[in-house]
Every structure is written in C-alpha cells, then in structure tokens.
C-alpha cells in the first residue's frame, strides 16, 4: 500500500500562484510514476502533470504548459506542483496519484490516490 497525503491547496487571485505538495509513503518503492490530477464541479477528473521518481521525466496537460511545473524529492518522498499565473478555470479540487505506468497520462494508469487538496482561483 502507498499512501498520498497532499498539502497547498487554497484561495488566490487570477495571476496568482501556489504550490501543492503530495507526501508519499508505505511501498513507495512499487511505484515509479506520480501525477496530479484535478477535478471542478459537474466535470470529469483531468490529468495535469505527471513525473517519475527514478529519471524525473515530466509530462503535462496543454492548458498548464509553460504555468505549472511538477517537481519530486526523491529524499522526502514528495511530490510538488508549482502552479503560477492561476486562472479561474483552474479552480478544482487537486488530487495526487501513484503508479507503475511509464504513460501516466490516464487515471487508470494509477493504482493509489490521495484525498485531494482544493484550489480556488478568483476572477
């Protein structure tokens, strides 16, 4: 079992920036690939970012390229998302997950999730 518990999360103002962190522990040692994932009201839970513990490869949604950088402590076995010139479309509720996929870009590619952390972006 690996357990994810994130951190971060808040209110803030378009243009605004936060970061999230995701404490992983248990056998992390199963699992080499993290993402973020998030959700808003009334729609579908999206990929966002996702990084490996073993090489740090990154990969990202469109929308957040350029605005958000994923980032790991192998040492603290955490995760964090730099999110910088926040929008109002980016108000979801922010969800870390764990997984042994390369690919990482689908929730099915994940096998453990935290309970999430919400971030409010005001127009």
């Known amino acids: 079992q690996v357990q994810l518990v994130e951190s971060g999360g808040g209110l803030v103002q378009a243009g605004g920036s936060l970061r999230l962190s995701c404490a992983a522990s248990g056998r992390t040692f199963s699992t080499d690939t993290m993402g973020w994932f998030r959700q808003a009201p009334g729609k579908e839970r999206e990929f966002v970012a996702r990084i490996t513990w073993s090489s740090g490869s990154t990969y990202y949604r469109d929308s957040v390229k350029g605005r958000f950088t994923i980032s790991r402590d192998n040492a603290k076995n955490t995760v964090y998302l730099q999110m910088n010139n926040l929008k109002p479309e980016d108000t979801a509720v922010y969800r870390c997950?764990?997984?042994?996929?390369?690919?990482?870009?689908?929730?099915?590619?994940?096998?453990?999730w935290g309970q999430g952390t919400q971030v409010t972006v005001s127009s």
């Open positions: 997950a764990a997984g042994s996929s390369p690919v990482g870009i689908s929730r099915y590619d994940y096998t453990y």
